[in-house]
């Protein structure tokens, strides 16, 4: 089992910043890939960006190219999302995931290749 527990969202206005952070804490030692998703009311929830733990690369949903950085610091078994030139659009509840260990080697972008999830928190993007 792995817990995560998200935290740094808020209220910003447009064009404004947050830093996002996932803490693991668990069997954290089988963890690949992990990543940030998000969900937006009545959308469905979407790929953000993932990073690779053991190596750092990182992949990005297009969308948020430019605008956002993830990383890890593989000591605290924490994950962060730098979120920059925000947007309403980027308004959701943003999770972190834990891709399933069956998957290694690929980053998935498929909420279905991901079996832990922290329980979310909101970002507001105000215009």
């Known amino acids: 089992q792995v817990q995560l527990v998200e935290s740094g969202g808020g209220l910003v206005q447009a064009g404004g910043s947050l830093r996002l952070s996932c803490a693991a804490s668990?069997?954290?030692?089988?963890?690949?890939?992990m990543a940030w998703f998000r969900q937006a009311p009545g959308k469905e929830r979407e790929f953000v960006a993932a990073?690779?733990?053991?190596?750092?690369?990182?992949l990005y949903a297009d969308s948020v190219k430019g605008r956002f950085t993830i990383s890890r610091d593989k000591d605290k078994n924490q994950m962060y999302l730098q979120v920059n030139s925000l947007t309403p659009r980027d308004t959701a509840v943003y999770y972190c995931?834990?891709?399933?260990?069956?998957?290694?080697?690929?980053?998935?972008?498929?909420?279905?290749?991901?079996?832990?999830w922290g329980q979310g928190t909101q970002v507001t993007v105000s215009s």
């Open positions: 995931a834990v891709q399933r260990p069956e998957y290694a080697g690929v980053v998935y972008t498929a909420t279905r290749a991901y079996d832990y």
């Open positions: 668990g069997r954290t030692s089988s963890t690949y890939v």
């Open positions: 990073i690779s733990w053991s190596s750092g690369s990182t």
